[in-house]
Each structure stands twice: as structure tokens, then as C-alpha cells.
């Protein structure tokens, strides 16, 4: 190894490559420090693939509920329940979690969320066409009563009194 390849230490050479990789897990550590850094590098490493690939096909993967889910669990540390589990999507501490996402291709900014769920909290997770991420919790009790089986919540409707994360 040359010199500008890397430094020399306690008599080893390290790569500029180890200690900027070192560098990006303390970060990732940081951005997310719910769960752990390879949870929280995959979660960065799939929305990277999805903007890639949209770049490259102009097409957009269909993965919006899996991110908006994985994005709820690095970011907020909900703790998500098994696959196909009925009522909600996680916990938060004593609350169950429903996590509904606005993709990029939703123009109308709004989720639906059925009335029935076993839910006390719900995370609407907008992501943006630059795959910028950005969740708002709100209690079920703020969602507007009816007799239907789904309500329909609205981005735009839910003020800043919420809870607001952006990445």
C-alpha cells in the first residue's frame, strides 16, 4: 500500500476506504440510533437502489409500503410484528403502530387506514420523488370518525402540532 492510500498506524497500514466506511456506520449510528447500524445501512442501501432504478428505468419500484414500514422501525424504533399480522404494524412502546405511506406517485397526498385496525397510533410516511423521507404520527383519536370501513387522512391536514421527523 502507497502512502496516499491510506496511513500508517501501530504498524499496519489502514485504508482511507476502512476508516470512511468507519466513518459512514457512525453516522448511519446517529441518523438511526433505534436499531442497529446493518438494519439501518440496508434501509439506506434499498432506498438508494429504488432512486437508482428509477433513474436508470424511469420506473419505480412497487416496495412503498416496505419502506415506509422499514423507515418507521429505523427512525422511530417501532418494533414491527411479524409479516401479515392483522390489526397494525408495530408497537412504540405500549401503542400499536399502523404505518401507512404516501409514495411519490400518490398525487393526491392521502392514506387509507381501515377503521377496524387494532391501532392507537397511526405514522403516515411521505416519501418524496427525491426519496426524501418524512413521518408524521398522530393518535387514532385525531382521525375523523364515520361510518365506513376505511378514513382517509389527508398529509395536508396533519398540522404541525404533530409529531414531524424528516430525513
Same mark, same amino acid.
Given at each position: 500500500?502507497?502512502?496516499?492510500?491510506? !496511513?500508517?498506524?501501530?504498524?499496519?497500514?489502514?485504508?482511507?476506504?476502512? =476508516?470512511?466506511?468507519?466513518?459512514? $456506520?457512525?453516522?448511519?449510528?446517529?441518523?438511526?440510533?433505534?436499531?442497529?447500524?446493518?438494519?439501518?445501512?440496508?434501509?439506506?442501501?434499498?432506498?438508494?437502489?429504488?432512486?437508482?432504478?428509477?433513474?436508470? @428505468?424511469?420506473?419505480?419500484?412497487?416496495?412503498?409500503?416496505?419502506?415506509?414500514?422499514?423507515?418507521? $422501525?429505523?427512525?422511530?424504533? !417501532?418494533?414491527?410484528?411479524?409479516?401479515? &399480522?392483522?390489526?397494525?404494524?408495530?408497537k412504540l412502546g405500549n401503542d400499536f403502530v399502523e404505518v401507512k405511506t404516501i409514495?411519490? $406517485?400518490?398525487?393526491?397526498?392521502?392514506?387509507?387506514?381501515?377503521?377496524?385496525?387494532?391501532?392507537?397510533?397511526?405514522?403516515?410516511?411521505? =416519501?418524496?420523488? $427525491?426519496?426524501?423521507?418524512?413521518?408524521? =404520527?398522530?393518535?387514532?383519536?385525531? =382521525? &375523523?370518525?364515520? @361510518?365506513? @370501513?376505511?378514513?382517509?387522512?389527508?398529509? &395536508? &391536514?396533519?398540522?404541525? @402540532?404533530?409529531?414531524?421527523?424528516?430525513?
Amino acid at each position: 500500500m502507497e502512502a496516499g492510500d491510506g !496511513i500508517y498506524d501501530d504498524g499496519e497500514w489502514i485504508s482511507w476506504e476502512w =476508516i470512511n466506511g468507519q466513518l459512514y $456506520e457512525q453516522d448511519v449510528h446517529k441518523a438511526y440510533p433505534h436499531v442497529s447500524t446493518d438494519l439501518a445501512m440496508l434501509f439506506e442501501d434499498l432506498v438508494e437502489n429504488a432512486r437508482a432504478y428509477h433513474e436508470l @428505468t424511469g420506473r419505480y419500484l412497487q416496495i412503498w409500503g416496505e419502506l415506509g414500514e422499514l423507515y418507521a $422501525e429505523v427512525k422511530y424504533g !417501532i418494533k414491527r410484528h411479524k409479516p401479515h &399480522a392483522a390489526g397494525s404494524d408495530g408497537k412504540l412502546g405500549n401503542d400499536f403502530v399502523e404505518v401507512k405511506t404516501i409514495s411519490p $406517485e400518490k398525487s393526491n397526498g392521502q392514506v387509507q387506514v381501515k377503521r377496524a385496525g387494532n391501532f392507537s397510533k397511526l405514522l403516515v410516511v411521505r =416519501i418524496s420523488p $427525491e426519496f426524501q423521507f418524512e413521518g408524521r =404520527i398522530v393518535d387514532r383519536k385525531r =382521525i &375523523a370518525r364515520g @361510518t365506513g @370501513t376505511h378514513a382517509n387522512v389527508s398529509w &395536508a &391536514a396533519l398540522d404541525a @402540532t404533530i409529531e414531524q421527523h424528516q430525513e
